[in-house]
């Protein structure tokens, strides 16, 4: 292999090993997900104000938005609630 091409390989192995360890800080290792909520948006004048309220209302309560899902008449907004690992949940108490 000849030194340039050789040269290269080395940066791109030394970001990707920049880019995992950057990775890895950024998970939630100290939290779980501990509740999932799905919510429908309608993009119609009416209806989209009732997808909108659900959104705040969970955000207020502590949930964040993980994903989003395009539909033909919307978008479905996947939220998530983060408690600490050792903090005790609602379900819990059962096991």
Wanted: with cysteine; hydrophobic share 25%.
């Amino acid at each position: 292999m000849k030194k340039p091409e050789q040269e290269k390989l080395d940066e791109l192995e030394n970001l990707i090993k920049t880019q995992s360890k950057d990775i890895r800080k950024l998970k939630r290792t100290d939290e779980r997900l501990t509740e999932v909520k799905f919510v429908n948006v309608q993009f119609d004048v009416k209806k989209y104000k009732e997808g909108e309220g659900v959104i705040n209302d969970a955000i207020r309560d502590g949930f964040e938005i993980r994903r989003d899902f395009q539909t033909e008449s919307g978008v479905v907004v996947c939220l998530g609630k983060y408690k600490p690992k050792n903090q005790k949940t609602h379900g819990d108490d059962e096991k």
